[in-house]
């Protein structure tokens, strides 16, 4: 679509012009110049600095009229210093994000206006010190730089803006003292800032003196930093609504002169080293308190009446690992308002509470329990919370909550860990925004309902750990968002379903460990692209290993980053968050994985992994040499099955191979010299196969164990004490006097062994004419060859050594 946009400077009584780059837009902007009436220009995605007028900066300034620019996604020319020193006289708001700007044209978009009252630069990559260009600024009131690279100190000359009220400096790298920081605004912005923002720089050093402050201020936004020390009081700041000083370092006890600030609304206090009690004390006058974050620190919340009514009404509460228990907080039951709480790692032993939260007349969307000892049955009123996270306390029944008739949908549901025993009841799978399901590690049994095929956007189903029987449900063909789908340790029987591979092909985490599932790897897994983690170990699988393996595309380097759905170990984003903009509430996937023969948890840098595990079923056949294509792989257990041939010799393609185990196999054959380059190789096991010949040397192979190379009757070489042919002996000469028999049979044999090799080197002769003539029998004829060096390599060497000890002794 062509709009012909230089027709717009005829219209001089335009007054407002939003331009979108997604049209086909002229870059010239020479028209904006004759809008005389422009007051507000908004631009979004373009391209200025293709623009044919060189000068943008000045055309836009020439619009007399104008008031507000906007520019989004833009990215800018630089300015022509020598052509653009007079500044407009009109524009009162500047208000530039996510564009490119180059760090030349930063001063003068500064002094742009010298009656500006809004100056806003967010997301937009700005790196090095902040310009100390604000000194003919004196109108404004509000300046938000946040989102960019800035570092070093703050300029002296935000400190002298008279009218200031809003200062956001958020998301930047200002590496200052927080004492240094106060100082350079101790000018007159000192009696007019009301809200500052520091939070995510890395602002050092100890709390200053409060005399330092703005004494009007409002919101103070310290948190994510290095700041350390004791915690201040803050009683003098008697206007203060807002207090974030989380995620940094601060020690000591809260001060029970919080407790004065009747205008605070919002406290945010929580991943610090704060020690000590908090008390009703600290809640005395703050009435309009709305949210209250005491999370992650050593805290203690104990109020001493049970008769004691808050004189707030909490919106939001993070109280986790605050020692609230042992029993239920009684407190709590007052908050009828209460949208979001987390009360886990709490040391509460008691049961929830039956009628609890019926009298609430806002939706609960947020409820975490979790690492308690709450017991009994779960309350059926709880299901309509949004987000339920109950794992790793004592419940035993979930039949009454689950099949309580529901009001809302959730959307995480998590009661891993628990005692829940039974069958799972076939009812409410019609879930249509389950996200999350976590059943792991219960003792429920039976076969899993079919019904929860119905829940169709479900994206992470753990049901591990349990004792459910039957088959895998077909109707979980119908959750094709699966990202995990996780039934360890169960007693599921039957064939891997083709409808796995055919139908959820957004899988990532695959694991189906444990249980009792037989026949072949089904073909259709290869087309699983995405997979990460496939674990169908444990079972009695048998077949060979499809050489299709190499589809898993997400194990290749070469996959395109925009074929990868999202980070699915990653934070899980559930719904928008009022209060704090741009964020959104998370839930954290963890769970454990068999890593080096052990358990270990994960979380968001499960993501990281690339797995194979088909170890401890009945495979056979060879390795595919496919299966070295996959060069992100970072562990790959394929022992205990029946496999045969060689390792293939293309193994060290896998250079990012962390643990390797290929023991208790049949595995013949030279241990490839390409396993010697993989450099990050803490584990191997090689043990328990038919392989001979020298093991290769490298910076890796000769640091393991040896009995990481036992039970191959043919290996030679470090670390094994038995030497090669050409080494010298290793041990000293025993005394074989009771062994003669024995070493003359072994003699016997070499020259038997011997016999045989010079037959086939006449054989050699005969056919060396046909070998000439035929590419292929030549090819396969030396391989074969090459085979027999080995082995007669080995050969010799161990009777060589026998003769020595036989005749030097």
Known sequence: ?????????????????????????????????????????????????????????????????????????????????????????????????????????????????????????????????????????????????????LEGEIPKSLGNLCNLQILVLSHNKFNARLSDVLENLSGCAKNSLEVLVFEENQLRGSFPSLKAFPISLKELWINSNQLEGPFPNLSMFSNLTLLDASYNKFNGTVPE???????????????????????????????????????????????????????????????????????????????IHISRLDISN??????????????????????????????????????????????????????????????????????????????????????????????????????????????????????????????????????????????????????????????????????????????????SLCHLQFLRIFDISMNTLAGLIPSCIKNFTSMVDLVEKNQEPMNIFAPVPLYDVPFYENAFLTYEIVTSIMWRGAYREYSSTLGLLRVIDLSSNNLIGKIPQELTNLVELVQLNLSRNSLNGTIPTKIGNLNKLNSLDLSHNKLSGVIPTSLASISSLSLLDLSDNKLFGRIPTGTQLQTFNASMYTHNDGLCGPPLTNSCLGDGPLNPPQDHSDGDEDSEEWIDMSWLHMGIWVGFVIGFVGVCGNLLLNTSWRLNYFNYMSTIGDWLYVTICVNTNLLKRRFFN
């Open 1 to 149: 679509m062509f709009i012909p946009y230089s027709q717009l400077g005829n219209l001089t009584r335009l007054q407002v012009l939003k331009l979108d780059g997604t049209y086909n837009i002229s870059t010239n902007l020479e028209w904006i110049s004759h809008l005389s009436s422009l007051r507000i220009l908004k631009l979004s995605y373009i391209n200025i600095t293709n623009s044919k007028s060189t000068d943008w900066f000045r055309l836009i300034k020439r619009a007399q009229s104008l008031s507000s620019l906007e520019l989004c996604g833009c990215t800018l020319q630089p300015i022509d210093i020598f052509t653009n020193k007079n500044s407009s006289n009109s524009l009162t708001n500047l208000d530039i994000w996510e564009s490119t700007i180059s760090p030349k044209t930063l001063p003068w978009l500064l002094n742009m206006s010298t009656n500006l009252v809004n100056l806003t630069f967010t997301d937009n990559e700005i790196n090095g010190p902040l310009p100390n260009s604000f000194g003919n600024m004196r109108s404004l009131a509000s300046i938000i730089l946040a989102g960019n690279g």
């Open 257 to 335: 002169d919080i407790g004065k600030l009747h205008h605070l609304e919002y406290l945010y206090l929580n991943s610090n080293l704060l020690t000590g009690l908090v008390t009703e004390v600290h809640f005395e006058k703050l009435s309009e308190l709305k949210d209250l974050y005491l999370s992650d620190n050593s805290l203690t919340l104990r109020i001493n009446s049970s008769a004691w009514i808050p004189p707030f009404q909490l919106d939001l509460a993070y109280l986790r690992s605050c020692n609230l228990g042992p029993q239920f907080p009684t407190w709590l039951r007052t908050q």
């Open 346 to 523: 709490n040391g509460i032993h008691d049961e929830i509470p039956a009628n609890w939260l019926l009298s609430s007349p806002l939706e609960l969307n947020f409820l975490d329990l979790s690492l308690n000892r709450f017991h009994g049955p779960i309350p059926p009123h709880l299901s309509n919370v949004n987000v339920l996270i109950l794992s790793n306390n004592k419940f035993i029944d979930l039949k009454t909550f689950l099949c309580y008739p529901l009001q809302r949908s959730i959307k995480l549901l998590d009661i891993s860990n628990n005692m829940l025993s039974g069958n799972l009841p076939d009812c409410h799978w019609h879930m249509k925004e389950l996200i999350v399901l976590k059943l792991d590690n219960n003792n429920l049994s039976g076969i899993i309902p079919r019904s929860i095929g119905s829940s169709y956007g479900i994206q992470y189903l753990f049901l591990g750990h349990n004792n459910f029987s039957g088959n895998l449900p077909s109707s979980l063909k119908n959750c094709t968002q699966l990202y995990v789908l996780d039934v360890e340790y169960n007693n599921l029987e039957g064939n891997i379903p083709t409808w796995i591979g055919e139908r959820l092909t957004n899988l990532i985490f695959l694991r189906v460990r444990s249980n009792h599932f037989y026949g072949v790897i089904p073909s």
